[in-house]
């Protein structure tokens, strides 16, 4: 399914530091696909910190033992294998400096990321990277515990939710980009139910982050509602002018 077009919006004037979104939630919330277009429609880069799991996962994938005998150690001694490389609105992660996009997202990697995403050392390493492609710029970052750990500072905090079979129906259809049937739907469900399961720890919602259920919200809709909290939050106090980029 092809992805909307972002809103012409005018960038809001950033203050004396670079500006930070955060955008929390559960898996398949939207998280990504939302972020990414907020970011565009800001004119910010999008910091997909789901992806450096991803990574990091594919990279222990290649050395070809079974999940089950990872350690700590081995999975955090191959995050010297993954960087970011930033592009005018993103930043996308490499393996061994090559692009792997296909693998990172692949079911394997799907299936083990949670296994990764749990270990501490693992979890500081990805922490640290985010804070390191932010500094300098205005970013819009998504994952988990980005407004509670990675910025608590951040200028915007919001965290999505929406309905289970909501979400594993919308996976299918970014997936397989036609409409699932009852029973796909239902068999996704269970496995997201799983996951929140495990990643419960790593999902929670900041004290001050505004709750956006999307269940029942177009994605221009969700877009339209934080780029509109993102404008009235970092916006100079008495100065409502854009910035002029020309």
């Known amino acids: 399914m092809s992805s909307p077009t972002p809103p012409s919006v005018p960038r809001i004037r950033p203050r004396g530091r670079p500006v930070v979104i955060a955008i929390d939630g559960p898996a398949a919330s939207g998280k990504s696909s939302t972020a990414k277009w907020v970011a565009q429609s800001l004119r910010y880069r999008h910091v997909d910190s789901g992806s450096l799991y991803r990574a990091v996962t594919a990279a222990r994938e290649r050395l070809g033992d079974s999940p089950e005998s990872w350690t700590e150690p081995s999975v955090l001694a191959v995050t010297s ?5 930033p592009t005018d609105h993103s930043f996308i992660p490499l393996l061994d ?8 997202r692949g079911s394997k990697v799907t299936r083990e990321v949670s296994r990764v995403a749990r270990m501490p050392t693992v979890r500081n390493w990805v922490n640290e990277e985010v804070r390191r492609v932010a500094r300098g710029h205005d970013v819009v970052v998504d994952g988990r515990d980005i407004g509670t750990v990675v910025f608590p500072d951040a200028d915007l905090k919001v965290f999505l939710v929406a309905d289970p079979w909501e979400r594993a129906k919308r996976r299918l259809v970014q997936r397989y980009s036609r409409k699932p049937s009852d029973a796909e739907i239902a068999e996704e469900t269970e496995r997201l139910v799983q996951r929140d399961s495990k990643d419960a720890t790593q999902t929670v919602q900041a004290r001050d982050a505004v709750l956006i259920d999307t269940t029942y919200l177009t994605q221009t809709e969700q877009v339209d509602r934080i780029v509109a909290l993102a404008r009235a939050v970092t916006a100079r106090p008495g100065d409502t002018s854009p910035v002029d980029d020309q």
């Open 81 to 85: 294998t993954v960087s970011l490389q």
């Open 97 to 104: 400096g090559e692009l792997a996009e296909a693998e990172i």
